[in-house]
């Protein structure tokens, strides 16, 4: 069973910056793509970004050039850092992990979420 941690949602101006992190924990040796996920209230959650095991990336149109994602494989955790926030952002953010390799060397091919957080940007 895996379990993820997200922190660093909160309230920002119009402008301003967050950083949300994820942490994977449980019977990990890799994991093959993390990524971030948000929904606004009435509407379908959305890919925000995602990056793969060998770190290639992918970004929804209306966060590129603000948004980046990173990952730290030592630590089994995804970040974003988020810039030029905009009032259309506010969302709650999900993580998302999908397949990982296993502490007995075998693969879960599982989508696992974690229990989201509120990015609100407001003045």
């Known amino acids: 069973q895996v379990q993820l941690a997200e922190s ?3 309230l920002a101006q119009p402008g301003g910056s967050l950083k949300l992190s994820c942490a994977a924990s449980g019977s990990i040796e ?3 793509v993390m990524g971030w996920y ?8 959305e ?36 810039n030029s926030l905009e009032p259309d952002d506010t969302s709650v953010y999900y993580c998302n992990v999908v397949g990982i390799w296993t502490g007995d060397h075998g693969f879960d091919p599982s989508t696992y979420w974690g229990q989201g957080t509120q990015v609100t940007v407001s003045s």
């Open 8 to 10: 660093g949602g909160g």
């Open 30 to 32: 890799a994991i093959n």
């Open 47 to 82: 890919s925000v970004a995602i990056i793969s095991r060998s770190g290639s990336t992918n970004y929804a149109d209306s966060v590129k050039g603000r948004f980046t994602i990173s990952k730290d494989n030592a630590k089994n955790t995804v970040y974003m850092e988020m």
């Open 38 to 45: 948000r929904q606004a209230p009435g509407k379908e959650r």
